[in-house]
């Protein structure tokens, strides 16, 4: 699940809306969490971009957030500048439709130019995430025709924009056919998609609902296992879906069990990224509602963790957390809460 929609989360009146501020403590360093009114915080955040690059280029974390690329794919990276990110996520084509217009090479070479201008590494740090109409693990063969060649016109965009990872989720078996007979639906189609692309990362997100292939690590584990070309398949590891799946990532101990059993189970050479979300729901609630960080059943530290653990450097840490609105802002916010976390020796 990636940004909430408007329609998906209840609306209050602004008054009423919350985001989060984090202090950091001068002797521990630990993180408490404040609510304060959303319409306080326009000016209240003055880390630039510049700021968050000299950041990410000493702790190796590249925070940044799922933003609109509405208008062309040149866009996201306008609204990544935006909002101070280090990194993207973003849909290719509209994420709820079949049909989308080839891409312009007024569109690509744009794309390009602003990677550039804003100094972006855009192999390594855009991650576009996949249409949510692919289900790769679906037994009905007619459907999973027209899904899988969904899948690799997403992949073509890539590599025509020269981005070299793609997040989707893995699949569901709809009720019809066992987890592991859409496993092999799911490794099939990734090989079949490498045949035809030359370099883009498949890159599988874990998920959250029980239903859904990815919900437990050996599920992932399974398709990577089937996989031809182990260096063009990765992961992505969402938060909430961690959480939701039953992963406790909220105490030291209880985070680094979690990764431990991922190392041992799928391995840390195939993470790719990670989706940063707190979680609406409940410890094994199997429920995909992200929070804003801070505000959920996560909490903060997970987040502290994250950003000070070397084994999530030089990857995408993408914020998929909701506003009410759709309004960006709130990702310029919480991407300086995050860089506010790191303890950076001197």
């Known amino acids: 699940m990636t940004k909430c929609s408007p329609k998906n989360i209840k609306r209050e009146p602004e008054s009423q809306l919350l985001i989060t501020d984090i202090f950091i403590s001068n002797n521990k360093g630990k993180a408490t969490v404040k609510k304060t009114r959303c319409q306080e915080t326009n000016t209240d955040t003055d880390h630039s971009i510049e700021a968050h690059r000299n950041l990410a280029s000493k702790c190796l974390k590249y925070v940044g957030a799922h ?206 990224a990670m989706h940063l979300n707190d979680s609406k729901g409940q410890l094994g609630s199997g429920l995909d509602r992200h929070e804003n960080l801070g505000l959920g059943n996560i909490g903060m530290e997970c987040f502290e963790f994250i950003m000070n653990d070397h084994r999530f450097n030089n990857i995408p840490l993408i914020l998929e957390t909701p506003d009410v609105n759709n309004d960006e802002k709130i990702y310029k916010k919480e991407i300086s809460m995050l860089y506010d976390l790191v303890e950076i020796s001197k």
């Open 67 to 272: 933003v609109s690329a509405a208008g062309g794919a040149d866009k996201s990276i306008e609204n990544m500048v935006k909002i101070a990110g280090q990194s993207l996520a973003l849909f290719l084509k509209s994420s709820r439709s079949w049909n989308a217009p080839p891409l312009q090479k007024s569109t690509i070479d744009k794309f390009r130019e602003n990677c550039k201008i804003y100094n972006i590494d855009y192999g390594k740090f855009c991650l576009p995430h996949g249409s949510y109409l692919i289900n790769l693990g679906n037994p009905d063969e007619e459907k999973r025709s027209r899904m899988f060649s969904a899948f690799v016109d997403e992949l073509q965009r890539c590599e025509s924009l020269g981005i070299r990872m793609y997040n989707f989720h893995p699949g569901s078996t709809v009720g019809k056919c066992s987890k592991k007979e859409s496993i092999k639906y799911i490794s099939d189609c990734i090989n079949e998609a490498h045949s035809r692309t030359d370099f883009v990362i498949t890159v599988l997100e874990n998920c959250a609902e029980p239903k859904c292939v990815g919900y437990k690590f050996k599920e992932l584990s399974d398709i990577i296992e089937l996989v031809k070309d182990k260096k063009r398949v990765g992961v992505c590891l969402d938060t909430c879906h961690l959480f939701a799946a039953g992963y406790d990532v909220r105490t030291k101990d209880s985070f680094d069990s979690v990764m431990k059993d991922f190392e041992e189970t799928v391995g840390m050479e195939y993470l790719c």
